[in-house]
């Protein structure tokens, strides 16, 4: 159970273990339970996991991603297979909601935290970047590169490749203004501070359904 901030690697750090133990690439079956919440998506992937694999090693890993959306009954359909895996199978779960996640499924399985990184890391993995993609930026504009990823090399990459034309801070700073401010974000932060409907909270919603969900939580935090 992998969890923490947006942006720290949950994600791939679950895709280099399930290599790490044999897993092929494509024997990585990966689910977004933010857009599979329910009980019928997690007993198809269940029903494949169930199989071993073909080719040199027989192992699997199902990697079920932002894991603390998915409903109650999924859970429930889950816990069995969860506690019991067959002797080719993985289960890794990903989350930004730790305390979303069930206790009974936070007993069964090993803990890896992972925190916001802090700037001296943040910069090393920028250098490490830049020299291997062969890109220069002016020091100041590599300042508000790190300081607007708020702890997520996700976003800091992302801010890189915003940046990675601009000439001077002040183009840089408008050109991640213009990334994270979109409308829906200022709306939503709109909403936030004043409060409103249910109705108007969906509507909302429904407009960041495109936004990258870290540029969201970053221009709501800015």
């Known amino acids: ?10 994600t791939t750090l679950a895709r280099i273990a399930a290599l790490e133990i044999g897993c092929a690439s494509h024997e990585i079956i990966e689910v977004d339970a933010a857009t ?3 009980i019928d998506k997690m007993r198809e992937v269940m029903e494949t996991g169930r199989t071993r ?12 991603d932002e894991c603390h959306r998915l409903s109650g ?4 359909a889950m816990l069995k297979m969860l506690e019991e895996p067959p002797a080719h199978l993985t289960w890794l779960l990903c989350t ?21 990184v802090g700037e001296a890391e943040l910069r090393k993995l920028l250098a490490h970047v830049m020299a291997d993609q062969k890109l220069r930026l002016e020091r100041d504009i590599i300042d508000i590169v790190v ?76």
């Open 53 to 64: 694999a073909f080719g040199k090693s027989p192992n699997r890993a199902l990697l079920v």
């Open 36 to 38: 599979n919440t329910g």
């Open 1 to 10: 159970l992998f969890h923490g901030p947006s942006g720290t690697g949950k």
């Open 147 to 222: 300081r607007m990823a708020a702890g997520s090399p996700g976003q800091m990459l992302m801010n890189l490749a915003t940046c990675r034309g601009a000439t001077s801070r002040k183009e840089a700073a408008q050109l991640l203004r213009d990334a994270d401010e979109s409308d829906a974000i200022v709306e939503l932060c709109k909403f936030i501070m004043a409060g409103g409907s249910w109705p108007r909270a969906a509507a909302l919603l429904d407009k960041l359904a495109n936004e990258a969900p870290e540029s969201v939580r970053i221009g709501v935090c800015n």
């Open 96 to 116: 930004t909601a730790y305390n979303k996640v069930p206790a009974t499924i936070k007993r069964r399985g090993v803990k890896i935290p992972l925190a916001a």
């Open 73 to 76: 009954n999924a859970w429930d």
